[in-house]
């Protein structure tokens, strides 16, 4: 069974990194740039692991850490510059 990932960010490259090196190692991968879209995704697809960027224009990947946890038990590694 495939495993999903998530990963919100605003840096385009780094997601690219990311997603072409979990995708090597078998992962689904799918990408959000901001909180707004991450939230849509959130509803439809139950994830394995999320990997958030802690600042972003959208707003603190914190507070969307409590939007995840009300909506499912997905782990959270946050990604920051902080």
Same mark, same amino acid.
């Given at each position: 069974?495939?495993?999903?990932?998530?990963?919100?960010?605003?840096?385009?490259? %780094?997601?690219? %990194?990311?997603?072409?090196?979990?995708?090597?190692?078998?992962?689904? +991968?799918?990408?959000?740039?901001?909180?707004?879209?991450?939230?849509? /995704? @959130?509803?439809?697809? %139950?994830? $394995? %692991? /999320?990997? @958030? $960027?802690?600042?972003?224009?959208?707003? $603190?990947?914190?507070? @969307?850490?409590?939007?995840?946890?009300?909506?499912?038990?997905?782990? +959270?590694?946050?990604?920051?510059?902080?």
């Amino acid at each position: 069974m495939q495993k999903n990932i998530l990963i919100i960010d605003d840096d385009k490259r %780094l997601r690219e %990194l990311l997603k072409d090196y979990l995708e090597d190692k078998k992962f689904e +991968v799918y990408l959000c740039e901001d909180f707004i879209d991450a939230k849509e /995704i @959130l509803s439809f697809i %139950l994830f $394995d %692991l /999320i990997i @958030l $960027d802690r600042m972003m224009p959208s707003g $603190d990947g914190i507070n @969307l850490i409590d939007f995840i946890k009300r909506n499912s038990n997905s782990p +959270v590694i946050l990604l920051t510059a902080m």
